[in-house]
């Protein structure tokens, strides 16, 4: 295999490329949203009726490898990619992240942790979380005046 560069700056090019990476991946703040940019599960989050629902982006993984918990108002996902290695294989990119990954996830409201549901379908973990009833919308009775 033979490898071209573009342009004489290239390697330059490429190493200002990798700093920066190196540099924005070590002073993330929680909730970047280069977070799926830099291999860690994209998230989606919303709110029905009687439950929140997450969805994470997890192609590979499996049940046994995911750990989730709830406490307080703090959704957390732990999952574990193991390193694959093939014998004679040598790779020229990798880019399929491997190793351990948490993300902790604030609640924007109280949940029954009891209920909680997780679903992994397809390489989508898809977790509801059912309001606790302090915290669903409740019909206000209008008496009538007589």
Do not use: C
């Not at 490429?14 to 280069?34: V, Y």
């Not at 860690?40 to 439950?51: F, I, K, L």
Request: no cysteine; aromatic share 6%; glycine share 6%.
């Amino acid at each position: 295999m033979v490898f071209r560069y573009l342009t004489p700056r290239y390697p330059v090019d490429q190493l200002r490329h990798d700093m920066n990476r190196l540099l924005n991946g070590f002073f993330a703040t929680p909730g970047n949203e280069s977070a799926a940019r830099e291999g860690r599960p994209a998230v989606n989050g919303w709110d029905r009726d009687e439950s929140l629902f997450v969805e994470l982006e997890v192609p590979g993984v499996t049940s046994e490898q995911l750990d989730i918990s709830v406490v307080d108002n703090e959704l957390s996902i732990r999952l574990e990619r193991p390193d694959v290695q093939q014998d004679g294989v040598t790779y020229h990119r990798r880019e399929r992240p491997v190793g351990a990954f948490t993300r902790v996830l604030r609640l924007p409201v109280d949940v029954d942790a009891d209920q909680v549901s997780a679903n992994l379908r397809d390489g989508i973990l898809t977790i509801e979380l059912p309001k606790a009833e302090s915290a669903r919308p409740r019909k206000i009775e209008v008496a009538k005046a007589t």
